[in-house]
């Protein structure tokens, strides 16, 4: 059974920076798509960015518009571990945030900012940014 346990959220300035860690255990999960959502209050579950494996073991990556520019998502295989370096952050980055992880390797062909391609959900991190 695959676990997804989020860290490192906390109350942050506005303009300020935060790193979300997303520890997976139970698995190797290299190969996997990973991903990073976010949930605001009285909002819906949005999609921040993620990573999926290509051949030649690279990864594509991909960010929401809202995050592009100020957001980067890294992986390192060797704590099966994944990261959001969060830069620049704004009042209405303030969520719950959410790392998830597919069961298998995700086609090129799907989309990996859809939460139904993702199998494994961590329990969440607040992230409050104050204006």
């Known amino acids: 059974q695959v676990q997804l346990v989020e860290s490192g959220g906390g109350l942050v300035q506005a303009g300020g920076s935060l790193r979300l860690s997303c520890a997976a255990s139970g698995r190797t999960l290299s190969s996997n798509a990973m991903g990073w959502f976010r949930q605001a209050p009285g909002k819906e579950r949005e999609f921040v960015g993620a990573t999926t494996w290509s051949t030649g073991n690279a990864y594509y990556t991909y960010y929401a518009d809202s995050v592009k520019g100020r957001f980067t998502i890294s992986r390192d295989n060797a704590k099966n571990t994944m990261y959001l370096q969060m830069n620049s952050l704004k009042p209405e980055d303030t969520a719950v945030y959410y790392c998830?992880?597919?069961?298998?390797?995700?086609?090129?062909?799907?989309?990996?900012?859809?939460?139904?391609?993702?199998?494994?959900w961590g329990q969440g991190t607040q992230v409050t940014v104050s204006s």
């Open positions: 998830a992880a597919s069961r298998s390797p995700m086609r090129r062909s799907n989309w990996p900012g859809s939460s139904h391609e993702y199998d494994y």
